[in-house]
């Protein structure tokens, strides 16, 4: 089946020059390749993909839409989020302190304790992943306790593994 038969190299090149993103400007290189003779066996291999995957995006440019709508991708929303906004904002405070603020006898913010107090509070389950996900987003960052110098304080460095000990780990402002 022939490709682009209605579609001149200028036009491609044109196309390119106003597409923003990786796959679309793969999409149009390979349009391009295939209208000087590469055929489409000799680009999955230059693009390490089927030779499926090649024919749609060929496909994709024979349509009555603009190049660059035909090599873009339609936006994807992604899941409906399981907290509100108002309850996102919420956590995210409440993350910013101690877990002894809302009752809750540890010293620092892990993964599992997030997991926890979501289910409690808000009646909503999440992975861990994506409780390191929410973490992270709360604007905190994973802290893991480095190696002290040999000349500190042995009582402050006793205290402060014992503590650490205890959190596993700490999720911190950066």
């Known amino acids: 089946m022939e490709h682009l038969d209605a579609i001149s190299v200028e036009e491609l090149q044109d196309a ?3 597409v923003d993103g990786n796959k ?5 290189l390979a349009a391009i390749a295939y209208k000087n003779g590469v ?9 390490d993909v089927q030779r499926r995957t090649i024919y749609s995006w060929l496909k994709r440019l024979d349509t009555d839409e603009s190049l660059e709508q035909a090599v873009s991708d339609d936006k994807r929303t ?4 399981k907290l509100s906004e108002t309850e996102q904002e919420e956590f995210e405070e409440t ?3 101690p877990p002894e603020k809302v009752g809750i006898d540890a010293p620092a913010w892990t993964p599992a304790l ?3 107090y979501l289910e409690d509070a808000y009646d909503v389950e999440y992975s861990i992943p994506s409780c390191r996900r929410l973490l992270k987003e709360a604007g905190l960052s994973y802290q893991k306790p480095r190696r002290t110098a040999a000349e500190a304080d042995e009582t402050e460095q006793e205290e402060f593994r014992d503590e650490f000990k205890k959190s596993g780990g700490r999720w911190t402002s950066p």
Not at 24 to 28: A, F, K, S
Not at 39 to 47: D, G, I, V
Request: aromatic share 8%; no cysteine.
């Open 78 to 81: 992604g899941r409906k989020r």
């Open 95 to 97: 993350v910013h302190e």
């Open 24 to 28: 679309p400007t793969q999409r149009l």
């Open 16 to 18: 390119l020059d106003s």
């Open 114 to 116: 997030v997991q926890q």
């Open 39 to 47: 055929t489409q066996t000799e680009l999955a291999q230059w693009y």
